[in-house]
Protein backbone atom coordinates (compact mmCIF):
# COMPACT_ATOMS: atom_id res chain seq x y z
CA UNK A 1 0.00 0.00 0.00
CA UNK A 2 1.20 3.68 -0.67
CA UNK A 3 0.76 5.66 2.01
CA UNK A 4 1.03 9.52 2.32
CA UNK A 5 1.37 12.01 4.46
CA UNK A 6 -0.41 15.13 5.83
CA UNK A 7 0.65 17.68 8.04
CA UNK A 8 -2.44 19.49 10.22
CA UNK A 9 -2.41 22.98 10.69
CA UNK A 10 -1.68 22.78 14.39
CA UNK A 11 1.70 20.94 13.67
CA UNK A 12 3.00 23.10 11.12
CA UNK A 13 2.17 25.76 13.84
CA UNK A 14 4.28 23.71 15.89
CA UNK A 15 7.33 23.64 13.82
CA UNK A 16 7.40 27.05 13.13
CA UNK A 17 6.56 27.90 17.04
CA UNK A 18 10.02 25.93 17.46
CA UNK A 19 11.88 27.26 14.93
CA UNK A 20 10.62 30.85 15.86
CA UNK A 21 11.98 29.96 19.85
CA UNK A 22 15.21 28.44 18.63
CA UNK A 23 16.06 31.50 15.91
CA UNK A 24 16.16 33.89 18.70
CA UNK A 25 19.65 32.64 19.48
CA UNK A 26 20.21 31.13 15.91
CA UNK A 27 18.97 31.99 12.79
CA UNK A 28 20.46 28.72 11.06
CA UNK A 29 19.95 25.71 13.94
CA UNK A 30 16.24 26.76 13.84
CA UNK A 31 16.05 26.15 10.19
CA UNK A 32 18.58 22.99 10.49
CA UNK A 33 15.71 22.22 13.07
CA UNK A 34 13.01 22.77 11.09
CA UNK A 35 14.61 20.65 8.09
CA UNK A 36 15.43 17.89 10.76
CA UNK A 37 11.87 17.38 11.57
CA UNK A 38 10.54 17.62 8.45
CA UNK A 39 12.89 15.75 6.71
CA UNK A 40 11.87 12.66 9.39
CA UNK A 41 8.42 13.19 8.16
CA UNK A 42 9.08 12.36 4.79
CA UNK A 43 10.97 8.87 5.53
CA UNK A 44 7.27 7.92 7.21
CA UNK A 45 5.64 6.65 4.44
CA UNK A 46 8.09 4.65 3.73
CA UNK A 47 8.11 2.59 6.93
CA UNK A 48 4.89 4.15 8.49
CA UNK A 49 5.55 1.69 11.66
CA UNK A 50 8.90 2.97 12.75
CA UNK A 51 7.58 5.15 14.82
CA UNK A 52 7.08 3.70 18.31
CA UNK A 53 3.11 4.04 19.98
CA UNK A 54 3.12 7.05 22.18
CA UNK A 55 3.92 5.44 25.53
CA UNK A 56 1.28 7.98 27.35
CA UNK A 57 -1.87 5.98 24.80
CA UNK A 58 -0.63 3.07 23.76
CA UNK A 59 -2.74 2.75 20.63
CA UNK A 60 -0.96 1.09 17.71
CA UNK A 61 -2.60 3.48 15.25
CA UNK A 62 -0.86 6.54 17.00
CA UNK A 63 3.20 6.64 16.61
CA UNK A 64 6.28 8.53 17.67
CA UNK A 65 9.15 9.56 15.82
CA UNK A 66 12.04 11.01 18.79
CA UNK A 67 14.00 13.67 16.37
CA UNK A 68 16.64 15.43 18.42
CA UNK A 69 14.49 16.57 21.28
CA UNK A 70 10.99 16.52 19.78
CA UNK A 71 8.63 13.98 19.57
CA UNK A 72 6.45 14.03 16.22
CA UNK A 73 3.63 12.76 16.62
CA UNK A 74 1.57 11.13 13.86
CA UNK A 75 -1.58 8.88 12.91
CA UNK A 76 -2.08 6.05 11.06
CA UNK A 77 -5.23 6.67 9.41
CA UNK A 78 -4.88 4.30 5.70
CA UNK A 79 -3.96 5.19 3.37
CA UNK A 80 -3.11 8.55 5.28
CA UNK A 81 -0.27 9.37 7.60
CA UNK A 82 -1.37 12.39 9.46
CA UNK A 83 1.06 14.46 11.35
CA UNK A 84 -0.80 15.73 14.44
CA UNK A 85 1.95 17.33 16.47
CA UNK A 86 5.22 17.87 17.09
CA UNK A 87 6.18 18.55 21.07
CA UNK A 88 9.60 19.37 22.43
CA UNK A 89 9.85 16.07 24.64
CA UNK A 90 10.01 18.28 28.12
CA UNK A 91 6.55 18.97 27.66
CA UNK A 92 3.49 17.38 29.21
CA UNK A 93 1.94 15.41 26.72
CA UNK A 94 -1.46 14.61 27.57
CA UNK A 95 -1.97 18.51 28.49
CA UNK A 96 -0.67 19.79 25.63
CA UNK A 97 -2.02 17.09 23.07
CA UNK A 98 -5.78 16.24 24.40
CA UNK A 99 -7.34 18.57 21.77
CA UNK A 100 -5.81 16.83 19.00
CA UNK A 101 -6.16 13.30 20.32
CA UNK A 102 -8.61 11.44 17.16
CA UNK A 103 -11.09 8.79 18.13
CA UNK A 104 -10.13 5.64 18.35
Known amino acids: MAW ?10 D ?3 IATHIERDSPYYASQVALELFDAAQAIPDFPHRGRMVPEY ?11 AYRLIYWLQEPALVVLAVM ?9 FRDRLPEP
Open 58 to 68: QRADLRELLVG
Open 15 to 17: IQA
Open 88 to 96: HTSRDLPAA
Open 4 to 13: TLRWTGPALE
